[in-house]
């Protein structure tokens, strides 16, 4: 069993940062693959960003340039570094993590944490 607790979201205004952390505790020792997703009110989740076990890294378009996904394995603890946030940009950000598979589909993901509130707004 994993469990993933995210942190870090918070308010901000349109063009600022924030940093997301998810903290993963459990059985960590597997090879993994992690994503982060965002869900906004009214709307289906969507892929925001993914990084394999080898390193391999994809975005969806609207983040590319702006966003960065990394992890840290010694911490047990993936990123999402967000800059120039829009108000698009608002959303419960997920993280999720996965044996394998396409990592652009949520279904894809065994393991997810509760989401942490993202909003961008003057």
Known sequence: QVQLVESGGGLVQPGGSLRLSCAASGRTFSPW???WFRQAPGKEREFVAAIRWGGTIDYTNS?????????????????LQMNSLKAEDTAVY??????????????????WGQGTQVTVSS
């Not at 997920?94 to 393991?111: E, H, I, N, S, V």
């Open 33 to 35: 693959n992690m994503g």
């Open 63 to 79: 983040v590319k340039g702006r966003f960065t996904i990394s992890g840290d394995n010694a911490k047990n603890t993936l990123y």
């Open 94 to 111: 997920y993280c999720a993590r996965a044996a394998g598979g396409d990592l652009r589909k949520p279904g894809t993901y065994q393991y």
